[in-house]
Structure formats: C-alpha cells, structure tokens
C-alpha cells in the first residue's frame, strides 16, 4: 500500500506490516483512504482529527449546496399587510438557511399604470428582510414584474431568526433515542435482584394476591 504521512508526504509503497510499525512509532493511526487505487493509499493520521475533518467537509459541502438553492418569494402591488408579513417570514428562514430568495413582483392589468407602487411593495420588504439578506442588484423593471435576487447575510452579520428554536444547534444526549420506558441493563440486573422500581411500593401488597379466573 501506499503510505502518505500527515503532512501529506508519499512515504512510498509499504507493506501492511511495515505501515502499521511506522503507526505505531509515530503514536497515530493508519487509515485507509483510496481503496480503490492501485496501490491502496493509507494515511497516518489521528483517526479522531480524521474524522472531525470530514466531517466538517461534510458541512461545507451542504452550506455551499443551500447557497446555490434559490427560493422564489412572489408579491404582488396590493398586496395585504398581513400576507406581507407573511411572505417575509418565509424570505427569513430561507436566509437564515443559506438560500438566496428570488424576488418577484408582476403586475396585472392597469396596475402597470402605477409602477411606483409596485417598487414600494418591493422596498418595503428589502427593508423588512435587511437584518438576514442584501439584494444583489437593484430592483429592476422586467416585463410585467419587477424582479430581484437577495443573498444571505453572514452569519456573524446576521440577525436572528426568532422562529428557529435557540438549542436547534445543541447535540442531543448520546442516549437520547432510546424510549424512555426502556430499562436499562443495569436496571434490569437491579430489578431482577429485587428492588422495588422506580416510583413503586417497597412492600407492595397486592404482590402475593391470587386472583381467580373463570376456567
């Protein structure tokens, strides 16, 4: 196999045995790579650190994947303050989510009449959202809409986004999925030894009782 250190040096084409003594020597692991290749590449490498690397690869692969995700936000001149409201509260979970947000404001009929009051539909929500994203151009006239495109804020220049629970990020407990009627072994050895469970009787009275049944 092929050897490569931790600094990224080609140590060469190493037996198994003779990576595995250099593992040892150097106080790290050795962890196989491209197991496809001809020779498979092995890396000596702390098998934590490895891990913690890959996985924050991981996350800056599916950051970079929501950015390039654009979700559309439609308006429309007379639209009802409350509908606003609403329309800017989806605008901000997608920011806060790292997508941009297309925003599209058509006119209908004679409303093209009174282009003024569509850029002021417009503005006014830029201004709602300008705590998560910044458009990219001005709003500009296309059509029959007006049509602008808003990419997020940085997170460390971001507001934030009240609808989003603040433990969101907080790892759950490493036993967390287990149901929680479910003993553990231990608690089972205990049971079995003969204490009372948690929240019974000591001397329970009805545990000698005999209870009839029609035959």
Do not use: W
């Amino acid at each position: 196999m092929r050897v490569i250190d931790g600094h990224d040096k080609n140590l060469g084409v190493l037996s198994l045995n003779d990576a595995l003594g250099l593992a040892r020597q150097q106080g790290v692991d050795l962890v196989e790579i491209s197991p496809n290749a001809t020779p498979p590449v092995c890396r000596l490498v702390d098998y934590g650190k490895f891990r913690y690397e890959q996985a924050k690869k991981e996350k800056e692969s599916k950051k970079r994947q929501h950015a390039s995700t654009v979700k559309e936000i439609q308006l429309s001149p007379r639209i009802d303050p409350h509908d606003l409201s609403v329309k800017v509260a989806h605008a901000v979970d997608f920011l806060c989510q790292d997508m941009k947000v297309k925003v599209a404001l058509r006119f209908r009929g004679r409303e093209m009449a009174h282009q003024e009051i569509g850029f002021e539909v417009v503005r006014k929500f830029l201004g709602e959202i300008a705590a998560y994203g910044h458009p990219d151009f001005e709003p500009k006239l296309l059509g029959r809409g007006i049509h602008v495109m808003v990419s997020p804020l940085p997170r460390n220049k971001r507001a934030k986004n009240s609808r989003q629970p603040e433990d969101a990020s907080v790892p759950a407990p490493a036993n967390a999925s287990a149901p929680p009627d479910v003993p553990s072994p231990q608690t089972v050895a205990v049971r079995a030894a003969g204490a009372p469970p948690p929240g019974g009787f000591a001397n329970n009275p009805f545990a000698n009782l005999e209870v009839a049944r029609d035959k």
